[in-house]
């Protein structure tokens, strides 16, 4: 009988971020392929599809042909159990996709081969520095041409600024792909294109002082890896384990994951180095997984309107710490009482399935009747505590929103200000003009439409949107600020969020920039506290 903390011992949870196209899918499903979970790849886009008609607002979604949900998959593999956290590869991602990261333990990066850091990248690499979580980086399509290998890491170094570790070095690319150099030690994974999807691609190994080398790669390929990894072994960053569990040192790894190739070399490399559920921060100071005996967990994320008949929800938790089971009862620290959480559900795919039993480091979905808010604290804790908040992320589209029906303020008021909660959209108001009106902010425009769309179905008003120029939004840090005296730049615009704290919007980053300059000691900042 496994105890609790061996459960716990054995969980991996992380998510996978990259820019649209990198590979990501292709990765996650060449992982379950080795986990078992799946027995063909394409089984976890197919079921995509499928999901979509599970509710009505996300038929939106499908319309424009893309998933805004993120969902998590759960496999074993090797003695662990992994808990791999889906991001939503398009660019009208919401703030769901920043949120998801706070669930996770550590962060896999897809980079294309060919075209190195992309923005979209770059913005969920952000959430991860600041939460200071390993992040290791998979470059992927190297059967593909791709740039210079030591351009590729200059270019992750410069643009997100971590310090780089190649763990492998690649032989080549393209159709002149021949594999890649395990450094640590001296042998060669030799490419081989294995079938496309079905089966597990098995490895040939030869060490680089083989004479038989010859044969698999050419001298001129031979001399430029010894040139390279001479270059390598004197200017990168040595390996160093504690660099790499505080975020401040990647592992890079070379691979194919349509082809199999360096996805298990990987996989392995990966889940050695990462580490079991961490502890958290809370109001009583760190909780950690190995120590705390009861149930705990936050709340990340809220899907609305599952079934529009009953305008349920459901509650994404990370468990923190402890054993879950099915209908138990839990204290729910921001509401102040009890409650028990039914229908309990994990995400296989995107196929929901009831679960009896979950552990920390675990993501489950609860029945929400409407009570729970993103970053609610759960637990049987006897000495009960809150986690710390999760923060707001930056909206980069704003817009101007009147209900076109003035009878129905009340009406959109409350439909408004309940997707807000949910963390679907921010809404702001006008900073000391009296105006009511009021500002909606929102990581990626397809959510305009979701509001619109929900605020008709639902709430059953109407309303019409004036987008706005700012693309920036900054939270003032500064405690004790006259913001009258502020002086921004012509295009800045003060407003102030629900409680009333203030936040200025810029139309571009040179404005920021200029603002700062103006306003000796100001702070700025990305992120709003809860
Ligand atoms: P994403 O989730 O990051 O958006 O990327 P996804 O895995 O869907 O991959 C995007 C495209 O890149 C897919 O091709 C996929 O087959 C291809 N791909 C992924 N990994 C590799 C690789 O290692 N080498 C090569 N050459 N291609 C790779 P597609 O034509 O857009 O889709 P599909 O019809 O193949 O599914």
Same mark, same amino acid.
């Given at each position: 009988?496994?105890?609790?903390?061996?459960?716990?011992?054995?969980?991996?949870?992380?998510?996978?971020?990259?820019?649209?196209? +990198?590979?990501?899918?292709?990765?996650?499903?060449?992982?379950?392929?080795?986990?078992?979970?799946?027995?063909?790849?394409?089984?976890?886009?197919?079921?995509?599809?499928?999901?979509?008609?599970?509710?009505?607002?996300?038929?939106?979604?499908?319309?424009?042909?893309?998933?805004?949900?993120?969902?998590?998959?759960?496999?074993?593999?090797?003695?662990?159990?992994?808990?791999?956290?889906?991001?939503?590869?398009?660019?009208?991602?919401?703030?769901?996709?920043?949120?998801?990261?706070?669930?996770?333990?550590?962060?896999?990066?897809?980079?294309?081969?060919?075209?190195?850091?992309?923005?979209?990248?770059?913005?969920?690499?952000?959430?991860?520095?600041?939460?200071?979580?390993?992040?290791?980086?998979?470059?992927?399509?190297?059967?593909?041409? +791709?740039?210079?290998?030591?351009?590729?890491?200059?270019?992750?170094?410069?643009?997100?600024?971590?310090?780089?570790?190649?763990?492998?070095?690649?032989?080549?690319?393209?159709?002149?792909?021949?594999?890649?150099?395990?450094?640590?030690?001296?042998?060669?994974?030799?490419?081989?294109?294995?079938?496309?999807?079905?089966?597990?691609?098995?490895?040939?190994?030869?060490?680089?002082?083989?004479?038989?080398?010859?044969?698999?790669?050419?001298?001129?390929?031979?001399?430029?890896?010894?040139?390279?990894?001479?270059?390598?072994?004197? +200017?990168?960053?040595?390996?160093?384990?504690?660099?790499?569990?505080?975020?401040?040192?990647?592992?890079?790894?070379?691979?194919?994951?349509?082809?199999?190739?360096?996805?298990?070399?990987?996989?392995?490399?990966?889940?050695?180095?990462?580490?079991?559920?961490?502890?958290?921060?809370?109001?009583?100071?760190?909780?950690?997984?190995?120590?705390?005996?009861?149930?705990?967990? %936050?709340?990340?994320?809220?899907?609305?309107?599952?079934?529009?008949?009953?305008?349920?929800?459901?509650?994404?938790?990370?468990?923190?710490?402890?054993?879950?089971?099915?209908?138990?009862?839990?204290?729910?620290?921001?509401?102040?009482?009890?409650?028990?959480?039914?229908?309990?559900?994990?995400?296989?795919?995107?196929?929901?399935?009831?679960?009896?039993?979950?552990?920390?480091?675990?993501?489950?979905?609860?029945?929400?009747?409407?009570?729970?808010?993103?970053?609610?604290?759960?637990?049987?804790?006897?000495?009960?505590?809150?986690?710390?908040?999760?923060?707001?992320?930056?909206?980069?589209?704003?817009?101007?929103?009147?209900?076109?029906?003035?009878?129905?303020?009340?009406?959109?008021?409350?439909?408004?200000?309940?997707?807000?909660?949910?963390?679907?959209?921010?809404?702001?108001?006008?900073?000391?003009?009296?105006?009511?009106?009021?500002?909606?902010?929102?990581?990626?425009?397809?959510? %305009?439409?979701?509001?619109?769309?929900?605020?008709?179905?639902?709430?059953?008003?109407?309303?019409?949107?004036?987008?706005?120029?700012?693309?920036?939004?900054?939270?003032?840090?500064?405690?004790?600020?006259?913001?009258?005296?502020?002086?921004?730049?012509?295009?800045?615009?003060?407003?102030?969020?629900?409680?009333?704290?203030?936040?200025?919007? %810029?139309?571009?980053?040179?404005?920021?920039?200029?603002?700062?300059?103006?306003?000796?000691?100001?702070?700025?900042?990305?992120?709003?506290?809860?």
């Amino acid at each position: 009988m496994s105890t609790i903390t061996d459960e716990i011992q054995k969980r991996r949870t992380f998510a996978i971020i990259s820019h649209p196209d +990198a590979g990501k899918t292709t990765l996650t499903e060449k992982f379950l392929l080795y986990g078992g979970a799946i027995n063909q790849a394409g089984s976890v886009k197919g079921k995509a599809t499928a999901k979509h008609a599970v509710s009505d607002w996300m038929e939106i979604e499908k319309e424009r042909g893309i998933s805004v949900t993120s969902s998590v998959l759960q496999f074993n593999y090797d003695g662990y159990c992994i808990n791999i956290l889906d991001t939503p590869g398009h660019q009208d991602f919401s703030e769901d996709t920043y949120r998801t990261l706070m669930a996770a333990d550590s962060a896999v990066m897809v980079i294309d081969g060919s075209k190195g850091v992309e923005a979209q990248t770059r913005k969920l690499f952000k959430v991860c520095v600041m939460r200071h979580i390993p992040i290791f980086t998979f470059i992927n399509k190297m059967d593909r041409e +791709a740039m210079d290998t030591f351009e590729l890491l200059d270019d992750i170094e410069k643009e997100l600024g971590i310090a780089t570790c190649p763990m492998n070095w690649p032989i080549g690319c393209g159709k002149e792909f021949r594999g890649v150099l395990d450094r640590e030690h001296g042998e060669i994974e030799l490419f081989s294109d294995t079938k496309k999807g079905t089966a597990v691609g098995e490895v040939r190994k030869i060490a680089l002082s083989d004479p038989q080398v010859d044969s698999f790669i050419s001298e001129e390929q031979k001399a430029q890896l010894e040139e390279e990894i001479e270059l390598l072994d004197g +200017a990168s960053a040595e390996f160093d384990m504690e660099l790499v569990s505080k975020g401040q040192l990647s592992p890079v790894f070379f691979g194919s994951a349509l082809t199999n190739f360096g996805v298990e070399t990987f996989l392995r490399h990966f889940l050695s180095m990462t580490s079991s559920p961490l502890p958290r921060m809370s109001d009583k100071g760190m909780i950690d997984p190995m120590e705390e005996k009861d149930f705990s967990a %936050f709340v990340f994320k809220i899907q609305a309107n599952m079934n529009k008949a009953h305008r349920d929800r459901i509650a994404f938790m990370r468990i923190c710490s402890g054993e879950f089971e099915a209908g138990m009862d839990v204290f729910h620290i921001q509401g102040g009482k009890k409650v028990r959480l039914s229908q309990p559900q994990q995400m296989m795919a995107s196929e929901r399935k009831m679960i009896e039993k979950a552990y920390g480091g675990d993501i489950i979905g609860v029945f929400d009747p409407g009570i729970f808010s993103i970053g609610d604290t759960l637990t049987t804790s006897p000495e009960k505590f809150a986690y710390e908040g999760i923060p707001t992320f930056a909206p980069e589209h704003f817009a101007r929103v009147r209900q076109m029906d003035t009878m129905k303020r009340k009406q959109f008021i409350k439909g408004i200000n309940q997707i807000a909660q949910e963390g679907a959209i921010q809404i702001f108001q006008e900073y000391n003009t009296g105006m009511e009106e009021i500002i909606v902010g929102v990581v990626g425009v397809l959510q %305009f439409d979701v509001l619109k769309f929900r605020l008709e179905n639902e709430y059953n008003v109407d309303i019409k949107l004036e987008p706005l120029p700012y693309e920036h939004i900054r939270w003032i840090e500064n405690k004790d600020i006259d913001l009258d005296k502020l002086v921004g730049t012509s295009d800045m615009k003060k407003i102030k969020d629900l409680k009333d704290r203030p936040l200025l919007l %810029f139309v571009n980053s040179w404005s920021v920039r200029m603002t700062l300059e103006r306003n000796e000691g100001l702070i700025l900042s990305e992120f709003g506290r809860s």
